[in-house]
């Protein structure tokens, strides 16, 4: 049993975790999973403070606090320090204690055992998992902000003393700024005038696609579903992007035009991640386990008229229910390898779900965690997620490997957290671009059936990258 000093406290009065991310958002290891869109799925905001434990996967190597392990892998050690740090949780909070962090793609390519031709685009970890001893969690349904310290890095009260203090003065600060008052309170009491009036910046953009190519693409993967090599599988281009803007002015344009449930901004000194997710991978609490998948996607309307045609569209496209059924069915399968008999059942089939730039239709799928199994059990049976893969799904990520122009590094993987009181709530990364040496990398990409039509397809791609490209000027 884990033993610690933590202390919570509920901050009055109630300040969103967005503005009090713009006090620590350029700390070392800086992390914040942000419900931007605040509905039944977007109902926490995490900021993660003080690291004390932060495990790297990077290809053969596995680092701890950036020393090289060579006695156990990194999936062992995770699972060894779960089980000799279980630390029992009856905040109401989702996170009190645990890790925030990420694995890749071609992490989950690799344990499942799927061989690569392809070059790397941008070379980041495979995983990592940061353990923070602070955290700043917002209810964002209930407005209610708390702050939490375990007293491993400090003493947990001189912890949160110190914060309410920075918060306290950051915002006092703001309040005196004069004129812009109005307008920084809007965007959270910032000490500096808001995005809306910067400049604009010029961005190119380069896809290792051209489109001919991707139909091609798309073409010969119809074609491994007409011989029945598979189903249905995810084809994705990748955009390298060139803008001087800011990861951070990235992140707050892109959560303010653009909201989502599963965002966040994630910073590793060399590159950053700056994610708008609609789409929720894997959440588990008191062994109930929950995923979501997307499958099926239609732009926003101009009009409300047209609005409403595109949503019912949709809403009654036997193309799009197929392919997302065909999901469904997997990870249903997916879940049965770990979760108790009988207890995976399909909650949700075909809802349709609206955010700022397009429709989506999603389903729900849940299952009880068996007694012996954790997380990383479960990260193990279900991870890659299938709607970014397809079925089956070993075949489908062979098929990926061998039509998509360069490994698809952390697109696709997932972002979010995991505690020691064996809980966990992970994304699946899209919508998401990743900044490195002066560039992003944008990964974009949809299901493909054998009704698939080509041009769409090559559209549907541009659609879901319009977000993050208006945010990168």
């Known amino acids: 049993m884990y033993k610690n000093q933590r202390r919570i406290k509920e901050l009055t009065p109630y300040i969103p975790a967005v503005d009090i ?165 809007e965007s959270g009491n910032r000490m500096v005038t808001e995005n809306s009036h910067r400049e604009k910046f010029r961005i190119q953009v380069h896809p290792n696609f051209e489109k001919e190519e991707y139909k091609q693409a798309v073409d010969r993967m119809i074609r491994y579903i007409i011989e029945g090599d598979i189903y249905i599988a995810n084809m994705t281009q990748q955009l390298t992007i060139e803008s001087e803007k800011p990861p951070l002015d990235v992140f707050y344009d892109l959560r303010k035009n653009n909201p989502s449930p599963f965002g966040g901004y994630l910073d590793f000194g060399d590159y950053q991640i700056v994610c708008a997710s609609p789409e929720r991978f894997l959440k588990m609490k008191d062994r109930h386990v929950n995923t979501r998948p997307i499958k099926g996607t239609r732009k926003r309307g101009v009009t409300s008229e047209e609005d409403e045609m595109l949503r019912r569209e949709l809403q009654d496209s036997g193309k799009d229910k197929s392919e997302l059924l065909m999901i469904v069915d997997l990870e249903r399968n997916d879940l049965n390898r770990v979760c108790t008999p009988g207890s995976v059942k399909v909650t949700e089939l075909f809802t349709v779900e609206a955010y700022a730039t397009v429709f989506h239709l999603v389903s729900d799928i849940e299952g009880k965690l068996e007694e012996e199994k954790n997380v990383m059990d479960l990260l193990e049976a279900a991870f890659p997620g299938g709607s970014i893969t397809g079925a089956p799904k070993y075949r489908a990520m062979e098929i990926i490997d061998e039509l998509e122009h360069g490994k698809r590094n952390l697109y696709t993987g997932s972002i979010g957290y995991l505690t020691l009181d064996g809980s966990c709530d992970f994304n699946i990364v899209i919508r998401t671009a990743l900044h490195k040496d002066g560039k992003y990398h944008l990964g974009v990409g949809g299901g493909i059936t054998a009704e698939s039509d080509l041009d769409f397809e090559y559209e549907e791609t541009l659609q879901k990258a319009k977000a993050i490209l208006d945010a990168l000027q």
Not at 35 to 53: A, D, K, T
Not at 118 to 140: G, N, Q, S
């Open 21 to 185: 991310f713009r006090i620590y958002e350029r700390e070392p290891g800086a992390a914040f999973l942000d419900s931007s869109l605040v509905n039944e799925l977007g109902h926490y905001s995490v900021i993660g403070r003080c690291p004390y434990l932060k495990l790297v996967k990077d290809g053969e190597s596995f680092t701890i606090n950036g020393r090289p392990e060579t006695e156990t892998t990194f999936e062992d050690y995770m699972r060894e320090y779960l089980n000799t740090h279980e630390d029992k949780n009856n905040s109401g909070l989702p996170i009190v204690s645990g890790a925030v962090g990420y694995f890749s793609y071609d992490y989950g390519r690799k344990q499942m055992g799927v061989p690569s031709g392809e070059k790397d685009l941008v070379t980041v970890p495979e995983a990592v998992l940061t353990f923070y001893d602070c955290f700043i969690i917002e209810d964002c349904q209930e407005k209610r902000t708390y702050l939490v310290s375990n007293g491993i890095s400090a003493d947990a009260a001189a912890e949160i003393g110190a914060m309410e203090k920075a918060i306290r003065e950051f915002t006092e600060a703001g309040k005196q700024e004069g004129s812009e008052t109005g307008k920084k309170k």
